[in-house]
């Protein structure tokens, strides 16, 4: 098994290629006070100021607040 470090990209015969997000509208809130989240990864917690997403399938899980802005734009619904 290869052991990966979040800050390096593994170059050991991984093909990497170029991908964009699909536009898929998500719903979130603004955490106003730290809380607790159990994810199918485990309990992350979010503090005030990160968001609370609703993920495709009804997960909800944490997102940091300076991730969540470099990556979703506000959609206004009618």
Same mark, same amino acid.
């Given at each position: 098994m290869t052991r990966? !470090?979040?800050d390096? !990209?593994?170059g050991d015969g991984h093909e990497w290629r170029y991908y964009r997000k699909r536009p898929v509208v998500i719903q979130a809130a603004k955490v106003r006070q730290r809380v607790e989240v159990e994810t199918r990864e485990g309990t992350v917690v979010a503090e005030p100021g990160d968001y609370l997403l609703?993920?495709?399938e009804g997960e909800v899980y944490p997102c940091d607040a300076d991730i969540f802005e470099k990556t979703y734009d506000? !959609?206004?619904r009618s």
């Open positions: 990966i !470090v979040e390096e !990209v593994p609703i993920g495709v506000r !959609v206004v």
